[in-house]
């Protein structure tokens, strides 16, 4: 639990610091992408209940294991369009009514 609190406050950290230099226009949607990239979990292995951030897994098992397995993106599969979704939603309402 402590690892997920860590983990994601440093990301979000390291996300704000990055994406500060980017135009105002284009910081949103970066840092949105990106932040779902690195904190969108997946399992470990199939039959444990253990999580970890998908792109870790993706690449672990593509350099260490060098199995090329797309089952730790399936998540972000979902998660990417979801999220750019609400996006879109939120910047047409705040553009409408703002």
Same mark, same amino acid.
Not at 11 to 23: G, Q, R, W, Y
Not at 24 to 38: E, G, N, R, Y
């Given at each position: ?7 994601? /406050? ?11 230099? /980017? ?11 990106f932040t779902?990239? $690195? ?6 292995? $199939?039959?444990s209940d ?8 993706? /690449? ?14 399936? $998540? ?6 979801i999220n750019?979704?609400?996006?879109? $939603?939120?910047?047409? /309402? ?5």
């Amino acid at each position: 639990m402590w690892f997920w609190i860590i983990y994601i /406050l440093s990301c979000l950290c390291i996300t704000i610091f990055f994406f500060s230099f /980017l135009p105002s226009k284009w910081k949103l949607p970066f840092f949105i992408l990106f932040t779902t990239l $690195v904190i969108t979990p997946t399992t470990i292995e $199939v039959s444990s209940d253990n999580l970890a951030p998908a792109i870790s897994i993706f /690449l672990y098992d593509l350099i260490f294991e060098k199995n090329l397995s797309y089952k730790s993106l399936r $998540v972000l599969l979902l998660s990417i369009p979801i999220n750019l979704l609400i996006l879109f $939603v939120i910047l047409r /309402l705040k553009r409408k009514f703002f």
